[in-house]
C-alpha cells in the first residue's frame, strides 16, 4: 500500500517525535500463537482500542475479516489519502501464512476542518472490511496484520499496532459478520451507473490556477456533492464540496473542476490513473478514470 507524502507531514511528524517519542523501530513484532477466535484480543493506547474480527467464508472460500478501530469521544483516525495534515495508514499482512491476496474495502469517510487544517477519516469507530483470498482453500489461514495508524484530538499521535487471527476450515458464520456487513454498506460502489457516470478527466494548465476537469453525469434531486481525488505520485488534491441546484427531474450533465495544488508533470508518461470517491447525498461511487 502507498505511502502518501507531503512536506507538511514530514515536519508534523518530526515535531510529534520530538514530543511523545517514535512509534517504535517500524519492525515487525515477533508474533503470538494463533488465536481461533471470532476476534483478536483488543489493543489499546491513546485515544483508541484496535482488534481484528472475523467475518463469514464464501462458497468459493474467499473470507471475510476486518480492523475494528474504537476510538475515545473527540478522537479521530484517517482514510486511506488523510488530506494535507492527516496521516496515512500503512497496512502489512505480509507475515501471514496461506493469503494469496488481500482486498481492502475502504467505507466513505468524513472531511473535517479545524484548527489543525483539513484532514479526511473517521470518528468514535471504523469498521474497515477487507476480503482474504487463502492460497489453498482447504487450509487454515493465519492471518498476521502489523498496522501504522494515526488518531487524533487535540494532539496526534502514530500508532504500531500488532494483531493476528486465525481461520479454520469449517468455522462458518460468526457473530462478527453484521459488524462488517454494516461497513460494506459505507463502501462506494465501484464504477457507474444509469444516472451517475464520469466519462472524462482531463488535466487543464489554466493562466493562474490548474484543475482536473471532469466531465459528470448526476442523478436526478443530487444535493450535496463531495469528490475525493487520488491522482499521480506527488500530486495533491483538496476535497472538492458543492452544494448545487441539481434537476429534480431528470439526470444532469456538468463539468467539473478540481483544483490541483502540487503536481509534477515532469513526473507524466502518459498513462497515469485518476481515482475519485463521490459522495452524493446519501450515495457513494468509487471510479477509476486514464488522466487525459
Known amino acids: 500500500m502507498k505511502r502518501y507524502k507531503n512536506p507538511f507531514l514530514i515536519r508534523t511528524f518530526a515535531v510529534l517525535f520530538l514530543i511523545i517519542g517514535m512509534p517504535g523501530e517500524m519492525n515487525h513484532p515477533t508474533w503470538g500463537g494463533p488465536m481461533a477466535h471470532a476476534s483478536s484480543e483488543w489493543v489499546a493506547g491513546l485515544g483508541y482500542q484496535a482488534r481484528l474480527i472475523k467475518g463469514s467464508a464464501s462458497e468459493d472460500g474467499t473470507l471475510m475479516a476486518a480492523l475494528e478501530i474504537a476510538l ?16 496515512p495508514p500503512v497496512f502489512d499482512f505480509a507475515s501471514s501464512s496461506n493469503v494469496g491476496s488481500i482486498d481492502i474495502l475502504w467505507p466513505r469517510p468524513t472531511i473535517f476542518r479545524d484548527s489543525n487544517g483539513l484532514s479526511i477519516g473517521y470518528k468514535e469507530r471504523l469498521i ?29 499521535v502514530p500508532v504500531d499496532a500488532s494483531l493476528s487471527l486465525t481461520f479454520n476450515k469449517g468455522d462458518g458464520v460468526n457473530n462478527e459478520q453484521r459488524l462488517i456487513d454494516t461497513a460494506l454498506s459505507l463502501v462506494p460502489k465501484s464504477g457507474s451507473t444509469g444516472d451517475f457516470d464520469i466519462s472524462k478527466a482531463a488535466f487543464t494548465k489554466g493562466s493562474t490556477a490548474e484543475y482536473v476537469t471532469l466531465d459528470m453525469k448526476l442523478p436526478a434531486g443530487t444535493k450535496d456533492l463531495t469528490i475525493l481525488t487520488e491522482g499521480p505520485e506527488n500530486w495533491y488534491f483538496d476535497p472538492y464540496r458543492a452544494l448545487i441546484e441539481g434537476s429534480a427531474t431528470g439526470v444532469e450533465s456538468t ?28 450515495k457513494a461511487f468509487d471510479k477509476k478514470l486514464l488522466l487525459n
Open 72 to 87: 475515545e469521544d473527540g478522537w479521530k483516525t484517517y482514510w486511506r489519502v488523510p488530506g494535507e495534515n492527516g496521516i
Open 128 to 156: 474497515l472490511p477487507f476480503t482474504i483470498k487463502p492460497e489453498q482453500a482447504d487450509a487454515a489461514v493465519d492471518l498476521k496484520l502489523y498496522a501504522f495508524f494515526g488518531v487524533c484530538a487535540e494532539i496526534c
Open 255 to 282: 463539468k467539473i473542476k478540481i483544483p490541483v495544488y502540487r503536481y509534477v508533470l515532469s513526473d507524466l508518461t502518459g498513462e497515469e490513473s485518476i481515482r475519485l470517491t463521490v459522495i452524493l447525498d446519501d
